[in-house]
């Protein structure tokens, strides 16, 4: 089986940034008002800014993962809304498109070149090109991070695996509103889909890759 080391290779991983967005991350934003706990989304900030600096140094594909929904439920099915009306601090107008909610929070903003992905749905790859985009840069290992550990980036995770992409999760770069949640989705992901090593072990990694070359140019 292969290994952290050889798993996440700078030449052929990709870190994928899910959901740090303000409706779900911002004080007074969407997720917010709907009376969500921003406290573990917020703590993540600073640390997947550590993981995006170790990435863009060590020359790792980086895509940033947008949630968007169209205006007047332009991208709402009947079974989709009805859900996101039930669900646990959540609503059904968070990151309309064009809408401020929707923006990447500042610290983590895409720089140019760096690939940007909008979803309708929890996954990444659910109605998008995010499987094409990776496939095109001969990507093998899909590194998720973000929010909600126990939604986008669960459902994520499980769809890259299921794309038969080797899977990790970093246990201090994502976070949900309910602790709990966020413990059970790590050690199902563990089990079942992929590797939840720490940032340090990460970017341990990557920093050895760089002094031994293996840096894709």
């Not at 968007?68 to 990151?95: K, M, Y």
């Not at 899977?167 to 994502?174: L, Q, R, S």
Request: glycine share 10%; charged share 25%.
């Amino acid at each position: 089986m292969p290994d952290l080391v050889s798993r996440i290779a700078p030449r052929h991983c990709a870190l994928l940034i899910i959901g740090m967005q303000k409706d779900f991350c911002a004080p007074g934003f969407g997720a917010h008002r709907a009376g969500r706990d921003l406290s573990m989304g917020q703590e993540t900030i600073p640390r997947i800014v550590r993981l995006l600096e170790g990435a863009r140094a060590a020359g790792v594909t980086v895509a940033h993962v947008g949630f968007a929904t169209e205006p007047g439920h332009g991208s709402d099915s009947g079974p989709w809304l009805a859900q996101r009306r039930r669900s646990t601090f959540s609503a059904e107008d968070l990151c309309i498109t064009g809408s401020e909610g929707a923006e990447f929070v500042e610290e983590l903003e895409p720089l140019a070149g760096e690939l940007t992905v909008r979803k309708r749905r929890y996954s990444a790859f659910s109605g998008t090109d995010m499987d094409l985009l990776l496939r095109a840069r001969r990507i093998r290992t899909a590194i998720c991070c973000g929010v909600s550990t126990n939604v986008c980036v669960e459902t994520t995770a499980r769809a890259a695996f299921e794309n038969d992409y080797y899977v990790v999760v970093p246990a201090d770069a994502c976070g949900s509103w309910n602790r709990d949640l966020h413990e059970g989705t790590l050690e199902n992901i563990n089990h079942r889909f992929g590797l939840t090593p720490t940032i340090e072990e990460i970017l341990g990694v990557w920093a050895e890759a760089s002094q031994n070359g293996a840096v894709p140019q």
